[in-house]
């Protein structure tokens, strides 16, 4: 499995982006995927985890901020973030675990994209 994440750019505080991660490889949807993020000097964060039957997972910092959603038909899964805050400047990555459930560590998944640069501006 190969994901290409994209999405990221340069906004103003309180604007919205939509991250997007597509999929290769036949067995995506039995994967569950994550959005992962990390700042600079800081640890790789969850921000959030899709299941292979939608069920959702979301970090404590989200808050009804960001959705993550997945559509299989094309093999991508999504972020969409609002109300985006400077705190939230990191790189996304987002990744596929050869699991039924959402795992919550980086070290849990077994397939990573490239990451994608979200900067917000105060």
């Known amino acids: 499995v190969q994901l290409q994440a994209s999405g990221g750019g340069l906004v103003q505080t309180g604007d919205s982006l939509r991250l997007s991660c597509a999929a290769s490889g036949r067995a995506f949807n039995n994967y569950a995927m994550a959005w992962f993020r990390q700042a600079p000097g800081k640890r790789r964060e969850f921000v959030a985890g899709i299941n292979w039957s939608g069920t959702t997972y979301d970090s404590d910092f989200m808050k009804g901020r960001f959705t993550i959603s997945r559509d299989g038909a094309k093999n991508t899964v999504y972020l969409q973030m609002n109300s985006l805050k400077p705190e939230d400047t990191a790189v996304y990555y987002c990744?596929?675990?050869?699991?039924?459930?959402?795992?919550?560590?980086?070290?849990?998944?077994?397939?990573w994209g490239q990451g994608t640069l979200v900067t917000v501006s105060s």
């Open positions: 990744a596929g675990a050869r699991s039924t459930v959402v795992l919550g560590r980086p070290n849990e998944y077994d397939y």
